[in-house]
């Protein structure tokens, strides 16, 4: 069984340095992407060349497109708008083959910063309602280097306004904030308590959505 497991972990090195070898995203690649647009960078180093820790550009192939202003279009009880937004892509780590669970801490909080950068920055577009990340993982992703995605929407998607309805009908009936009282009574009991530090709690969900759901 050790031997099988030798050969199939050489095998799927292989399989990653050879993917590697036409990654846009990796190192030396830069010019195959279009010209970033955010990057933390060694002092030396110059946009669009290698030197990079994380970097982001926008998505050569986006859900919505940037240019152009909102139209909106009623079809009887149908609501249409144009593809208006921005679609941005976060190489999270020159390395093709590390992920968030071998990186450094210091290297997720470089991938941390980036959202919180171009999240403030795209927020000044007043065509912008909403700003969501989204990080695909596994082998069904089409580009295996380690990267995930800013996406600027022109509406608020309906779970998330039902979401900020609740809470502050929540907030009006008992004048406190709901995710405090969540907060509260999983740290009391210490059921679903994942981990806890001076800044943060992760919490395993009361009735998970799908499988190792975590807040």
Known sequence: TGQRWEVLSELLRQRRE???????????????????VFALRNPPSS?????????????????????????????GVFDQ????????????????????????????AGVLRAYRERSLDLRGDERF??????????????LQHSHSHVLALPVIPRRIEDEVR??????????????????RQELSSGV???????????LASFAARYPFETW
Not at 129 to 142: F, T, Y
């Open 18 to 36: 050879q993917r590697g070898r036409t990654c846009p995203f990796c190192p030396g690649k830069e010019h195959e992407t279009p010209s970033e």
């Open 47 to 75: 946009p669009n060349r290698d030197g990079w820790s994380v970097r982001v550009v926008p998505n050569k192939f986006p859900v919505l497109r940037i240019e152009g202003e909102i139209e909106r279009i009623g079809e």
């Open 81 to 108: 708008a144009s593809a208006i937004g921005a679609h941005e892509i976060v190489i999270e780590t020159p390395s093709h083959s590390a992920d968030w669970g071998t990186m450094a801490v210091e290297e997720v």
């Open 129 to 142: 309602r909403q700003i969501m990340i989204a990080r695909n993982h596994g082998p069904g992703v089409p």
């Open 166 to 183: 609740g809470l502050l009908d929540y907030h009006a009936r008992k004048e406190r904030g709901g995710y405090c009282d969540i907060i």
């Open 192 to 202: 679903r308590v994942i981990r806890e530090t001076g800044k943060f709690v992760a």
